[in-house]
């Protein structure tokens, strides 16, 4: 039962350019969503996050889209460099709220 | 910035044993939690811990399983008798909140490798 969805494995993006990481979700009861950053040999490492009540939340070079009708939330960073090549995570806590459930994510290279 | 620690970062243990993880969350933080990666999988939740008592747990923490917080810093996650599917990365997290609403993110430490022969 996969209630985040990240389709896509893997993104290469050159140095400079916009990075898009996209996310689908099933429960259209989720009301908050989180994107987190993970390194090799670290856990991951809370970046951004957006409510329900909003459709876009921006934090310097990040910026969090969310679709609700759409059930997809998107994760942009402009410009990308190369210290953001990480594996990205979309997340979103359940009804009780203590369990966040994670997508697979999204390993993002940056070419310099 | 305050940050969760876990030790060992790595913990090799014989099938059959006993295996205790450790945690230090962010010592303002009132709720943790264990989530769990097998290699190549995504990150599964394990068991959320509050005020000295499980508030939520999911279907892979059964009865090998036990949280504990001895102190009022460390929270720690025992696993009684290892199974080789135990093998994995086990995260511990804290936040400051909780519920339904609390829009608070969890905070998450570097992990423990748990490799079980």
């Known amino acids: 039962d996969q209630q985040v969805k990240q389709n896509s494995p893997s993104l290469s993006v050159q140095e400079g350019r916009i990075s898009i990481l996209n996310c689908d979700y099933t429960n259209s009861m989720f009301d908050y969503f989180l994107w987190y950053k993970k390194y090799p040999a670290e856990g991951p490492t809370f970046l951004i996050s957006i409510s329900s009540i909003k459709d876009k939340n921006e934090d310097g070079r990040f910026t969090v889209f969310l679709n609700k009708s759409a059930k997809h939330l998107s994760l942009h960073i402009v410009p990308s460099q190369p210290g953001d090549s990480a594996v990205y995570f979309c997340a979103a806590p359940g009804d009780t709220g203590n369990q966040f459930y994670f997508g697979t994510g999204t390993s993002l290279t940056v070419i310099p | 910035e305050p940050e969760v620690t876990q030790t060992p970062s790595h913990q090799v243990t014989q099938m059959g044993q006993e295996v205790i993880l450790r945690c230090v969350p962010i010592s303002n933080h009132l709720y943790f939690y264990w989530y769990r990666q097998i290699l190549g999988q995504k990150v599964e939740f394990l068991v959320s811990?509050?005020?000295?008592?499980?508030?939520?747990k999911s279907e892979i923490f059964d009865d090998q399983f036990s949280v504990e917080r001895p102190d009022g810093s460390n929270f720690t996650l025992k696993i009684r008798s290892t199974k080789l599917e135990d093998s994995a990365m086990y995260f511990c997290a804290s936040s400051l909140s909780s519920g339904t609403g609390a829009n608070q993110p969890q905070h998450f430490g570097d992990g423990t490798r748990l490799s079980i022969l």
């Open positions: 811990f509050y005020n000295n008592e499980i508030s939520e």
